[in-house]
Each structure stands twice: as C-alpha cells, then as structure tokens.
C-alpha cells in the first residue's frame, strides 16, 4: 500500500502548493519520496503570465510488502519517467508474455521497466496495464512526450482522488486538505473514474485529458458505459473518450478488465416462474450445479492463497523477518467473512497465527452494550468453532470497544475528509466502523474467554469480505428483482452493483484501512 500525490501546476514553484505528508505517512509509513519534471513549452507569455501547465510533482509513500528490500518511491528510470505505484501484482491476463517471479521480485520495479519499454505508445501502455491482475492506482509521467497517465483497475479497488483549481490538476490518495485551504476560489474534486487509462498533455494552457477504456463488460456490451462519476470528472474537465480499432484491441480479451462474473456462475436452464410470481425454479442437472459450486470455490481458495503468499515476512513493528502475525479478517461472524477467515487458515502455514478485528460500540462507556452487538455474538461463535477446526493456529478474537465520545472525535479531526468525496450518513456510519475495526486495538481474551488482555494487531494486512453481497446476490434487492423479473434481472441488478462498488465502497474502504498503515485485500 502507498500513498500518491501529484500535481500538474502553471505556477513558477509547484511545490509551494502544499501536500498532505502526514496524511500520507500513515499509508505507506516505511519511506517518503518526491520528484519534480520541468516541461518543455512553447509560451509568447514568459514568467507568471504563462499559465501553460508546465510543471510535474509527485510524491509517494510507500507501506513495504513485496519483495525483500524496499523499492523507494517514486521510481524515476534512466529516461527521466517517473511512477508513482500504489497497487499489487497477483498475476496476468496473458501470463505468457510477463516475465517475473511475482513471489520474490519487486513489481514495482517490473512496472518502471514495463512502461519504459512502450517508449511513450498509449496503446501498448493500456495493454500493458490491461494485463495485470489485482488491484491498483497509478500515476506515471512519460518524460519525452510530457504525459502524464494515471488510472484505477477496472473494479476501483484502490483509492485515486482529482482535484482542479484555477492553475493546478491534483492527484491524491486522500481528500488534500492542505491544498483545499490554500484555494482563494472555487475547486472541483471527486474520484477518478475507474473506467479505463487517463492521458494528460502538460505544457499547453489548459486540461486536456484522453480516457482510454479498459476493456470489460460495459465497455464492450454497446451500452452506455459512463457512470456518476465519469460524467463529474468530464464536466469539469475536457476529455476526448479514445476507444482502441479492432486491431489495437486484437490482443485483448474481456479478462483484461472485468469478467462477467455473474453471468458464468448461473448456470444454463436456470430460470424462474416471472409470470405467476411464484418463487419457483427449474433447475439444470445437479452435476451442473456442483460443478459451478466447485469452480467458484477452487477460484475463492486460490484468490485467498495468492493474497497470502504475495507478502514479506514481516510485521508492522518490524524490520526483518519475524514471527508475529501478518494477517488480519475484519470478522463479524457473519457467513462471508467466516468462509474467508475458514479458506485463509487453511492456506496459512502450519503454526501461523491470525487476528480476528471484531468492532463493536458502546453507549456511556458501558462494556456490555459492547458485549451485547449482534456482530460481537456471532463472532463469538465464529471464532470458538474455527479455534476447535484449526488448532495448528494460533486465532486471536480481537474485541475493539468503541465509546461514542471517541467516534465523535476522530470524525471530527480525521474521518470526515477520508470519506470525501463520499459524504452521506451510510459511508459515514460504515468508514467509522472500518477505521476503528481496521485500528485493530482492543482486548483479547485467553482460550476460556474469561481474562482479558490490551492488544493491538500487528498485521499489515487485512482482509475484508467486501463484494461478497454484490458477487453472490446478497441484497435483498436481488431477491425482490428474481422474483419480478426472473435470472435475468436479477443478473442485471448485481452487475450494476459490480459496476458501481468502486464509487461506492471500495475507494472509501483503500482510505479507512490504509489509514492505519495496513493493506486492505478483497
């Protein structure tokens, strides 16, 4: 996990504009970085009249996971290129044409040199980013043709905030607070879409933005593909929407970006009675539905281990390898987050232990609200049954006590612009939630839950069970358009909540967790 800020500026001094460090720091904690690009332009008004954007920054954080030495960021290459990556490597669309060992080498090092390679082709930069499985946010400057691209995965699971001003484009990992209090005018800001590969020309006299996008179910099923947040970002700045010809777009298949995931795991004859409103189903042949049922756990458990193995060996507190746990769950107990706690100590080494972060808050203080959470209760059980399953592992049930004072002040002094840009009372309740489980500091109790012992979660990372609803209908609404509409809409209903999780939780989700120096994988 890293933290990114960047800015393209028309003033003499770009760096004058300020960036949240601090804010920053608590991301990626183990190194902080800056580079600085001149652009060369053409401008009949020298000085502070220019208000050509000429002018790169960016500055990186870095939370160290791969590999065994730290890759300081920013990466600047021989040529002057500079990235900025916050993201994880977990394979390729076309595996065949990568070479690294994703275990023991850095990948972003194997970025840097990927990019250098496509000398500045946006064609062969979006089909090298196409390629990579796992989430990610990107900033990277071309020094010879002065672009400056940035992008989300297709799913938005990492966090990549726009800000404009009268003079400056901002890129950040959080809402920049240090930059919005300088503003004597209005600004614009919102997330960037994570709709496809964002091109920028610096050296002209305004924002001119090229979006190339990935290549995914909505993009390639003829519908309109732009969401809430594409239409806000092109309103306050000019993008052209370039869509690769049939022989650019030969070499790439619909794994690029996002498969239809809802679609492959119903089976064919799958239906239901839409005219009567009955809630009836014909099924296919039973073989059909294991078969299903076993390539969607087979695709679960090697998703699991490759989030797990895809690590150093190494904690928060410390700097070399060590013994003390590097996994966490935000477990509530419930059937999603049980399943995933269940498949990750079967993928742990023998011996390995592992934190269950269980969050709960109480009125005046008082513990035994706490005590009485329905998600304190079920992860109760949750964790006795899977201590008697796994007792090779050592499984602590973290109990994170939340007074209502605290949450008061933390949203006050941090929350509030972590949330930004979303701003509702459900992200409000759901970020506060997942900043204090994600903290991680609460008591423990020993095997016959009676002593109780002040602990805080080394891990550095954590897993969430976030999607699980989306993927596998979890909602009520889904049910209610089944039994309207049949399979068929209720396909629909969840691959229009696939489409739009990255505006709606995962960004918010990258912001909470990554606060506390911890990465979050889904």
Not at 63 to 75: D, K, M
Not at 294 to 299: G, I, N, R, V
Request: glycine fraction near 8%; hydrophobic fraction near 35%.
């Amino acid at each position: 996990m890293c933290g990114i800020f960047c800015t393209v500026s028309c003033r003499m001094n770009p760096t004058t504009t300020g960036w949240n460090e601090a804010d920053l720091s608590r991301r990626g904690p183990d190194h902080t970085g800056k580079a600085y690009a001149p652009v060369v332009h053409q401008c009949r008004h020298p000085g502070d009249s220019c208000k050509c954007y000429k002018h790169v920054y960016i500055a990186a954080t870095v939370l160290h996971l791969r590999s065994e030495h730290l890759v300081p960021q920013p990466v600047t290459d021989p040529n002057g290129n500079i990235l900025a990556w916050n993201g994880e490597i977990f394979g390729f669309a076309r595996p065949d044409e990568m070479q690294i060992d994703l275990l023991t080498e850095s990948d972003t090092l194997f970025l840097s040199s990927g990019l250098d390679s496509c000398a500045g082709d946006s064609g062969k930069i979006f089909a090298f980013l196409s390629n990579i499985v796992g989430p990610f946010a990107i900033v990277y400057y071309h020094a010879e043709s002065e672009t400056l691209y940035f992008a989300r995965d297709s799913l938005g699971r990492r966090s990549l905030l726009w800000m404009r001003t009268d003079c400056d484009f901002f890129l950040s990992s959080i809402f920049p607070v240090e930059v919005a209090k300088q503003q004597q005018v209005a600004f614009d800001f919102g997330e960037v879409p994570f709709d496809g590969l964002f091109a920028l020309q610096c050296g002209r006299n305004k924002i001119s933005v090229i979006l190339f996008p990935w290549v995914n179910l909505w993009t390639t099923s003829g519908t309109d593909f732009e969401n809430s947040e594409l239409r806000h970002f092109r309103q306050h700045n000019e993008t052209v929407v370039h869509f690769l010809s049939s022989a650019e777009n030969s070499r790439l298949s619909e794994t690029d970006g996002q498969k239809d995931l809802c679609s492959s795991l119903i089976p064919d004859g799958f239906k239901s009675d839409t005219e009567s409103g009955a809630n009836v189903f014909e099924y296919p042949l039973k073989s059909e539905i294991l078969r299903l049922v076993d390539t969607f756990e087979d695709l679960l458990r090697k998703s699991i281990y490759l989030r797990i193995c895809m690590a150093n060996d190494t904690c928060q507190n410390c700097c070399e390898r060590c013994e003390h746990t590097k996994v966490a769950v935000l477990f509530s107990g419930g059937i999603d987050s049980f399943v995933m706690t269940f498949m990750t100590l079967e993928a742990l080494p023998s011996g390995s232990s592992l934190d269950l972060l269980n969050v709960a808050f109480m009125e005046d203080g008082k513990v035994v609200d706490a005590d009485n959470a329905p998600d304190r209760k079920t992860g109760i059980e949750g964790y006795n049954l899977l201590a008697s399953k796994f007792p090779q592992h050592t499984i602590r049930f973290v109990m994170i006590n939340v007074a209502g004072s605290e949450v008061e002040d933390i949203r006050r002094s941090r929350l509030w612009y972590l949330l930004l840009p979303q701003q509702c009372v459900l992200d409000s309740s759901l970020g506060t939630a997942l900043w204090f489980a994600a903290r991680g500091e609460g008591v423990i109790k020993d095997g016959t839950l009676n002593n109780l012992e002040t602990y805080k979660s080394p891990a550095k990372i954590v897993f969430s069970g976030l999607g699980a609803d989306e993927l596998l209908g979890g909602y009520s609404r889904h049910r209610a358009r089944f039994q309207s509409g049949g399979a068929s809409a209720a396909e629909a209903e969840m691959l229009l909540d696939l489409r739009r999780i990255g505006s709606r939780n995962c960004g918010r989700d990258d912001r909470m967790i990554s606060d506390h120096g911890r990465e979050g994988r889904w």
